[in-house]
């Protein structure tokens, strides 16, 4: 049995290269939703192949007609099982002064034990961390088979994944999957997801004219597109308590039932810490019953960007003649992205028959886990072994567009072993990894090796 | 008694040098909005009041905590009656490129009969063509004195004017003001002016956290102020309608009487024309009446601009922590603007108690013109002395923010003579002014003259 201290020590021996490896594959800006960044991505990707030769593995860059997969294999006993690691590369946009950024978000910064850049939590921090971690079970000699999943696509839905999937398909020996890119209740407090929700994304565009009109001349009798697409908003959703409107949605989905938001009651979810780590002054609602029912198991109508007329200094009296909104639907596990689009479409244009829609994101679906079987027993000790407490199970409000995919793909299992804290900004300013998160999750994930090779 | 043909002779000897000084003002840029244009509003009052002097008259720069205000004077007889004739010369932005411009908005150009750029319009043309007109009634000895008075802010909504106003009051011997800023129904039509709405303008902005948050770890639960300011907006407003839900605003002013909505119908007013001078599609009615009530005879609300989250390109999905509109409302006469934007505010703050709601432009008192005098009829008769048609009187939905503050300082009684036609584009892209407009007005101005001094 591998002890912790034999962990630690080869931890120690090794910390400063990693952090070096680290730094390199996080100060490459892998924005996936930039065109612009398309040769940071290739960067990424081969930087990526590196470091799993470096270890022993053998590694492929699987291409496809958008972003690269990579895929690697430690083999270290060809007769024991394999655990595949699923993480993503490529990062969410960021710009120093921008949205509440006071750093470089693609200089990495050390300070005490945190890590500070975009990607440092969301997802290469986790990534390397599994990765470190099959260094160790490499010396170490545990004989379980560890491969990877980079996909550099995941923070734009995914697009092209299955294309790079099934390149992958013949050449996996992997018995399940591990899905790291998930995030815990409180520092204290780890979590293991039973389910995700889908994502449909799309842009609403009203027209109404050719031309800017003077707002004295014609307005009252010339329509407004921007106040069409806020009826709009208002039409499809209450903005105040977030209850979707859209007709015939709720006959898609089941609402939570009693013992789920039981469950959900006891999983340790704190109100004051989830507000703290947001940076949330008011929720809208005070209860964990409803906010976890709220962010894990209901469908959502988000509108995430809107822009139409003049937005520069003072005001300037005119009528604009278009506007758009940027939108997304979370989906909870039994609905249909497909039909949730039509019915959503429907419910728009019933309203405002010149509105254009455009989905402008790869449908994911929603995903529910089993939470059964031996594996989920062996990841809660492997965490116990790592942090010191066994994890919850917890749902994730969030997408991962490669999970069902992979599931149904490969034909097996897929797991999660999320090292993220709800602090370190997935997908806002100043995002960051600690140390301690790092530490303990090569240690859970080295036990975790130990635990499937017996 | 003038005749046409004197009149029409001393046009002739004059066009070619006009045309000179009326390119030579309208290529100042003088956009008040903008600070970088200070230099360009200067000059243009300076070039203004020669233009003054060089006809016999005498002239002063008001100066003003903002910008200056240009008055003349011809004295053809101290002991007859004085017309004060207002325009402004401050013109709207534009930009070549931007917004619909093919041109340069501030290089002067003739095709034909017609000039093309920012202000020709708007109001640098009818302010030269008053002019050319007390330089023809000066030679023809008509003994009426008249005056003018340029206003350099009109475009922000003269938040200085009165302090240019209260200097010229004791200098002053205007018997009623002419102003000269407003628009024909129809090529064919001419119009005048019975009331002008008022304007508030303000910015509405809700902020509901401190940081972007993940729309998958806190959609649902976490307020959008995206569509929170949807909600206020369509709590003001029918976004397709444009009828005003803002508690007891009905009771601030009255409903268009089916007497006024029966002369608005009589007006002349084209549907098809004010669709196609306005490159508008589709109206929100389709009979004279309502149009014609919402432009002229009702208040509005209306969104010029708005912005909020993402709007770069493809999706990001955020939920944004805060988003802003800039709304403006025309009022009709009696509706008290202080009152009105109390029961705004406290109509939006009601919905959404976060909502910060700024006042960012000077207010405009709606005005309502007495028609019954014996200058209308005047008018009435110049007009058609100068254009072959009697105007006919119609309401105007825009503001001219020193038009109350004229009435009641000096006392006096406020008419009009607008002479742009619709598809002149006020405020739009292309601007343009033809010379039978300028023709036909200097006409109507030297025959109204020689009628008042009767």
């Known amino acids: 049995m591998i002890t912790e201290n034999q962990i630690q020590q080869l931890i120690q021996d ?20 930039q065109p612009v960044h398309k040769p940071d991505i290739e960067k990424t990707a081969r930087l990526a192949a ?30 024991s099982p394999t655990i595949c690691i699923y993480n993503h590369l490529d990062v969410q946009p960021a710009e120093k002064g921008q949205n509440g950024w006071n750093r470089d978000p693609f200089v990495f910064t050390q300070e005490d034990n945190k890590f500070y850049a975009r990607g440092t939590t969301d997802d290469k921090g986790p990534a390397m961390t599994a990765l470190w971690a099959a260094q160790i079970a490499k010396k170490l000699q545990i004989q379980t088979n560890i491969e990877f999943i980079w996909e550099l696509e995941e923070e734009i839905g995914s697009p092209n994944f299955q294309e790079a999937l099934d390149q992958i398909k013949p050449l996996t020996k992997a018995n399940s999957i591990i899905v790291s890119d ?32 003077h707002s ?8 407004n597109p921007i106040m069409e ?28 039932s009693k013992e789920l938001l039981d469950e959900f009651e006891k999983s340790g979810f704190s109100i004051a810490y989830f507000k ?12 964990v ?54 019915l959503a479409k429907k419910h728009i244009l019933n309203y405002c028959s010149d509105a254009v829609i455009e989905m402008d994101h790869g449908i994911l679906k929603p995903f529910k886990a089993t939470t059964n079987t031996i594996e989920n027993e062996k990841i809660k000790q ?15 409000g969030g997408s991962i567009g490669a999970i069902v995919p992979m599931s149904e793909t490969l034909e097996v299992p897929v797991y999660f072993m999320g090292l993220s804290l709800p602090e370190d900004s997935y997908h806002g300013p100043n995002e960051s990894f600690q140390w301690r998160q790092i530490e303990g999750g090569i240690k859970s994930y080295v036990k975790y090796f130990e635990l499937i090779s017996k």
Not at 241 to 256: E, F, H, V
Not at 276 to 287: C, M, S
């Open 182 to 213: 998930t995030v815990w209740l409180t520092p204290e407090q780890p979590a293991m997801t039973i389910s995700m929700r889908g994502l449909i994304a799309f842009e609403i565009t009203v027209t109404t004219g050719g031309k800017d009109l």
């Open 382 to 396: 492997a965490i116990d072994f790592g942090f010191g407490k066994k994890p919850v199970f917890a749902a994730e």
């Open 50 to 79: 590196t470091f799993i030769e470096k270890i022993g593995g053998t590694s492929k860059i699987f291409t496809t007609k958008g972003n690269p997969v990579v895929w690697g294999r430690i083999e270290n006993n060809p007769l």
């Open 14 to 33: 090794n910390k400063n290269h990693w952090i070096k490896d680290y730094k390199a594959i996080v100060e490459l800006p892998s924005v996936s939703s």
């Open 229 to 256: 697409l806020a009826g709009i908003i208002e039409h499809c959703v209450d903005p105040v308590t977030g209850s979707i409107k859209i007709k015939d949605l709720d006959q898609t989905y089941n609402a939570p």
């Open 276 to 287: 703290e780590a947001h940076k949330i002054q008011k929720l809208r609602f005070d209860n």
């Open 289 to 342: 019953r409803d906010i976890t029912a709220a962010i894990w198991a209901k469908p959502t109508f988000e509108v995430h960007g809107i822009v139409g007329g003049y937005t520069g200094p003072g005001n300037k009296t005119v009528i604009p003649n278009t506007a758009t909104a940027k939108v997304s639907m979370r989906l909870v596990p039994g609905q249909d992205p497909t039909k949730a689009f039509e």
């Open 216 to 223: 004295g001349l014609c307005g009252g009798a010339a329509r």
